[in-house]
């Protein structure tokens, strides 16, 4: 099982490397009250959303447990409102029933695709190497250079890496992202190198023009933040 206790998933998640954090919304019901500071980040509210949110007797804030907030989801109205629109009036198809950081995600082998890698054989440079993803060479995400299928999975690598910079497919983003060189360092006695994304890693022609591509809306976003209106 992908989940069961002593599987490589659950170690990992039962003392996960990337801290989680969940904030407690301490005083949701005073955002309504001018008078009172509330103890969260600032946001902003349109009158589209502040009319669709009156309409189906919604809030600005939810109370859910860690559960349905990130595997199981939890229905909401403006997704089931979204399930009922024509798709002339939505920018992109709405793909889930539920509302969930990772729903569908727990022990689902299929969430990410096929995606076929080289094995090594006749080149052992490629091996580990992205071939395919769903079957084409190409993501369909973005335009020109920027789509083509590169990189390795991330699971598996050639051997002898160089101190460069190494390059992983993410299929959350139909992208590849390379990630540079930083240093050296031992892992229980084995030596290793680690690469780190640095500040040019989701640049998107605000330095690096031949990025631009990755603007598939046609304006691009400031550096770091990524459109992927067109991937998912």
């Known amino acids: 099982s992908y989940s069961g206790p002593g599987s490589q998933s659950f170690v990992i998640w039962k003392d996960i490397p990337v801290p989680f954090i969940f904030f407690n919304w301490t005083n949701p019901a005073d955002i309504y009250n001018p008078d009172v500071k509330l103890r969260m980040p600032k946001f902003v509210e349109t009158d589209r959303l502040a009319m669709a949110m009156a309409l189906f007797d919604t809030s600005l804030h939810v109370k859910k447990s860690i559960r349905e907030l990130t595997f199981e ?29 990772f729903y569908t995600r727990n022990n689902s082998a299929t969430y990410d695709g096929v995606l076929n890698m080289y094995t090594g054989r006749g080149h052992i440079q490629n091996f580990g190497k992205m071939a395919r993803w769903n079957y ?97």
């Open 73 to 101: 989801g939890y229905e909401d109205p403006l997704l089931e409102l979204a399930s009922i629109l024509p798709d002339f009036l939505l920018p992109t198809a709405i793909p889930f029933n539920k509302f969930g950081w």
């Open 136 to 232: 084409n060479n190409e993501s369909l995400g973005y335009q020109s250079n920027c789509n083509y299928i590169k990189g390795s999975a991330g699971d598996l690598f050639p051997p002898n890496p160089q101190k460069d910079s190494i390059s992983i497919f993410s299929t959350d983003i139909c992208r590849t992202l390379t990630l540079s060189f930083k240093e050296e360092v031992m892992t229980e006695g084995i030596k290793g190198y680690r690469y780190w994304g640095d500040e040019n890693m989701l640049d998107n022609s605000a330095e690096n023009t031949d990025a631009g591509c990755f603007c598939s809306s046609g304006s691009c976003p400031p550096k770091g933040v990524i459109d992927v209106s067109s991937c998912k």
